[in-house]
Every structure is written in C-alpha cells, then in structure tokens.
C-alpha cells in the first residue's frame, strides 16, 4: 500500500471512528449494557466477538471511568490511543511533507508477521474473547 493511500484510509477510519464515538456518547451507549450492537457475528451467532464492548470500552475512558472501560474491553484503551496518536501523527507528516508514520506502519506490519509476536498477539485476542463471552457482553 503506497503512502497517499494508507494516510486516506487512516484518516477516513479516524473520522468514522470519531464519528461513531460522538453517535454512542451523545446517546448514552455506556450506561446500556445492551448498547446499540452492529456487530454482524454477535448478531448471527448471539457469541460476543473479541472487540465486543470496545465502544462502551471507549466512552468510559472519554467520561475518565478506567475501571469501567477495562470491564467493557481492554481494546478500548487500544483504540483511544489510535484515535489521538494517528490523526496528530498524520496532520505532522502532510504538514512536514514527511512519511514517519508509513515507516512505522510498515516496520510494524514486518515485526507483526514474525510468528513469536503474532502467536502471543493472537492468544491475547483469544483470551480477551473467552473474557467477553464469559462476561455475556
């Protein structure tokens, strides 16, 4: 994926992301443990998926409830940082005409796909899901 076309697809996820973020805030998405669900597996199979609770996860950390927002799912504090880290680092490299941001995607795409991280990286994810259908999210 060449520069231009990584930093469009970034910005556009940051403001769907955002987006979504203000749609849930505004509507009180934290408080319901229901919330409102577009997840299509939870949805066909009624088994929480691994990011399940990651939108509740966030309005917490937003309201400054950290207790909370571990509760709902720890990939929340992931996202958070993603969405105040990635367009403040986009907005510098377009500004400074640099690509720090794609050197560090690609390094970090390299560093994922060496099985000694990926495999540990993947049990996370799979005991997080095992957590969020205990919990019945």
Known sequence: MSRNKLYILLAIACLVGYSWLFFNYRSGAET???GLGICIFKEVTHIPCPSCGSTRSAISLLHGNIADALYWNPIGFLLGIILVIVPLWLLF?????KDSLYRFYK????TLEQKKVAVPLIILVLANWIWNIFKAL
């Open 93 to 97: 490299d377009v500004v400074l005409k």
């Open 32 to 34: 319901d443990p229901d």
């Open 107 to 110: 390094k970090s795409e390299a």
